[in-house]
């Protein structure tokens, strides 16, 4: 006589393709390549994924955090996945078998909304905090969803750079009238463009960071700022024309756009006295530092305390965006260092070479419990820029491995990059 025959059950990691956002971040975090995707959908590979944990933490979404149990034999492929426009349901059945058949498998994690750091996530493969700083407002997140977008009205789309500058940056100022939008310094929103893709598919929300801070672009309206730049290279250097940044960069008063949101809840500002910021940026990346910088602008006026630093890197000074005003704030309320790569006649600086000339006031900042570091920009900077941190602390006597954990575990140490 035969016993039953044994089924393998996999609690299968999915993408919810109605929630994503397409920001990519899941497959840059994913240490052993389970994550891909194609025009339309990011997706997970049964046979790699190792359910560590490392992609859901950063997720701004959350999309990336849903599991499916499935006969392994009948794991979704991801050509099924490209495909879905939603996720399947939980076939119950299945589901059912689970407690009994796998009692051992890892629960999703939610980390960056508990606190606790999820499996995996060490300095290998979570490079900075999924934690908010202890003293940031509470976010709401996902207030309008694909399925019930909301939308605002331009009321002012600006050209940032030179118009002889090759990069073309503008700042949107979109009015959400009656619909409350309650954003914090530091948090997203999505853009879903309209139109379809080629393959006759709505077109996937587009993420931008709010350039301003909580109490509006202009303080008491129900008003969001945005930094765009127009895409006209693909990340290969091939001309394309960015289907979100086109659209955008060409809004004139008075057009409604549709608007999903908001996202994000660790890259947040500390509201504590004496909490400094060590803000660090490229091009478009600056504006989470414009809405921080002017919430503290405007707080100060209230007697708020603690330094700001800043390190601002562009081509040129006609490419840096909000170059004017940056000039114009006072010396005594932040110290700001910029470095340009492409100026005529000069040498390439980075960001990075800015931070090494002011390392001693870099390494001051770095022996305060209360400073907390915002990188966002450029991929490639975040390598630098740790790199120059790590020299810079170890210079001054600080053992960046141990202090650079105690940035992330604390939520002081904030990368955005892309
Ligand atoms: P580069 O002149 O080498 O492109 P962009 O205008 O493309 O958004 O870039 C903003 C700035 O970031 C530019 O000055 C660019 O210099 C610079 N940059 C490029 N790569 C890095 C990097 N790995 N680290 C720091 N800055 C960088």
Same mark, same amino acid.
């Given at each position: 006589?035969?016993?039953?025959?044994?089924?393998?059950?996999?609690?299968? =990691?999915?993408?919810?393709?109605?929630?994503?956002?397409?920001?990519?971040?899941?497959?840059?975090?994913?240490?052993?390549?389970?994550?891909? @995707?194609?025009?339309?959908?990011?997706?997970?590979?049964?046979?790699?994924?190792?359910?560590?944990?490392?992609?859901?933490?950063?997720?701004?979404?959350?999309?990336?955090?849903?599991?499916?149990? +499935? &006969?392994?034999?009948?794991?979704?492929?991801?050509?099924?996945?490209?495909?879905?426009?939603?996720?399947?349901?939980?076939?119950?059945?299945?589901?059912?078998?689970?407690?009994?058949?796998?009692?051992?498998?890892?629960?999703?994690?939610? #980390?960056?909304?508990?606190?606790?750091?999820?499996?995996?996530?060490?300095?290998?493969?979570?490079?900075?905090?999924?934690?908010?700083?202890?003293?940031?407002?509470?976010? $709401?997140?996902?207030?309008?969803?694909?399925? #019930?977008?909301?939308?605002?009205?331009?009321?002012?789309?600006?050209?940032?750079?030179?118009?002889?500058?090759?990069?073309?940056? =503008?700042?949107?100022? &979109?009015?959400?009238? #009656?619909?409350? &939008?309650? +954003?914090?310094?530091?948090?997203?929103?999505?853009?879903?463009?309209?139109?379809?893709?080629?393959?006759?598919?709505?077109?996937? /929300?587009?993420? $931008?960071?709010? /350039?301003?801070?909580?109490?509006?672009?202009?303080?008491?309206?129900?008003? +969001?700022?945005?930094?765009?730049?127009?895409?006209?290279?693909?990340?290969?250097?091939?001309?394309?024309?960015?289907?979100?940044?086109?659209? &955008?960069?060409?809004?004139?008063?008075?057009?409604? +756009?549709?608007?999903?949101?908001?996202?994000?809840?660790?890259?947040?500002?500390?509201?504590?006295?004496?909490?400094?910021?060590?803000?660090?940026?490229?091009?478009?990346?600056?504006?989470?530092?414009?809405?921080?910088?002017?919430?503290?602008?405007?707080?100060?006026?209230?007697? #708020?305390?603690?330094?700001?630093?800043?390190?601002?890197?562009?081509?040129?000074?006609?490419?840096?965006?909000?170059?004017?005003?940056?000039?114009?704030?006072?010396?005594?309320?932040?110290?700001?260092?910029?470095?340009?790569?492409?100026?005529?006649?000069?040498?390439?600086?980075?960001?990075?070479?800015?931070?090494?000339?002011?390392?001693?006031?870099?390494?001051?900042?770095?022996?305060?419990?209360?400073? @907390?570091? $915002?990188?966002?920009?450029?991929?490639?900077?975040?390598?630098?820029?740790?790199?120059?941190?790590?020299?810079?602390?170890?210079?001054?006597?600080?053992?960046?491995?141990?202090?650079?954990?105690?940035?992330?575990?604390?939520?002081?140490?904030?990368?955005?990059?892309?």
């Amino acid at each position: 006589m035969s016993g039953p025959v044994p089924v393998e059950i996999l609690r299968q =990691h999915l993408i919810d393709p109605e929630i994503c956002i397409r920001c990519n971040t899941c497959e840059e975090t994913c240490p052993i390549d389970a994550i891909t @995707h194609d025009g339309v959908n990011y997706v997970v590979k049964a046979d790699v994924c190792n359910a560590c944990m490392a992609c859901v933490p950063p997720c701004p979404t959350g999309a990336i955090d849903n599991w499916r149990n +499935v &006969l392994k034999a009948q794991a979704y492929s991801i050509e099924d996945q490209f495909g879905w426009d939603e996720l399947p349901t939980q076939n119950p059945t299945v589901g059912a078998a689970d407690a009994a058949a796998a009692p051992d498998l890892p629960q999703a994690a939610t #980390a960056a909304s508990d606190g606790d750091e999820a499996p995996g996530s060490g300095s290998d493969m979570v490079r900075g905090s999924t934690v908010p700083p202890w003293s940031a407002a509470r976010p $709401y997140v996902h207030l309008y969803t694909h399925k #019930a977008p909301t939308t605002a009205t331009v009321v002012g789309n600006y050209r940032l750079t030179d118009d002889a500058a090759s990069s073309d940056i =503008h700042h949107l100022v &979109l009015d959400f009238g #009656a619909m409350p &939008l309650p +954003v914090l310094e530091g948090q997203s929103i999505g853009i879903l463009p309209p139109g379809t893709n080629a393959g006759g598919r709505a077109h996937h /929300a587009r993420q $931008y960071s709010v /350039a301003s801070p909580r109490d509006g672009e202009r303080p008491g309206y129900n008003n +969001v700022s945005l930094t765009v730049k127009r895409v006209t290279r693909d990340h290969s250097g091939n001309a394309t024309d960015g289907v979100c940044s086109n659209y &955008l960069c060409d809004l004139k008063k008075g057009d409604v +756009v549709t608007v999903i949101g908001p996202f994000g809840n660790t890259f947040l500002m500390p509201n504590h006295p004496n909490s400094h910021l060590l803000m660090i940026c490229t091009g478009t990346g600056s504006a989470p530092m414009r809405a921080m910088t002017e919430y503290r602008r405007r707080r100060r006026l209230k007697g #708020a305390t603690g330094k700001l630093m800043l390190f601002f890197g562009a081509r040129t000074q006609q490419e840096l965006p909000y170059f004017g005003p940056l000039m114009n704030l006072p010396k005594d309320f932040i110290d700001t260092n910029l470095a340009f790569s492409r100026t005529p006649g000069q040498p390439k600086r980075y960001v990075q070479d800015a931070m090494r000339e002011r390392a001693v006031d870099v390494a001051h900042l770095l022996k305060d419990g209360g400073t @907390h570091i $915002y990188v966002c920009g450029l991929k490639g900077m975040e390598d630098g820029v740790l790199q120059a941190l790590g020299e810079i602390a170890q210079a001054h006597g600080m053992a960046w491995d141990a202090l650079w954990e105690r940035l992330k575990r604390e939520g002081r140490l904030h990368l955005e990059t892309y």
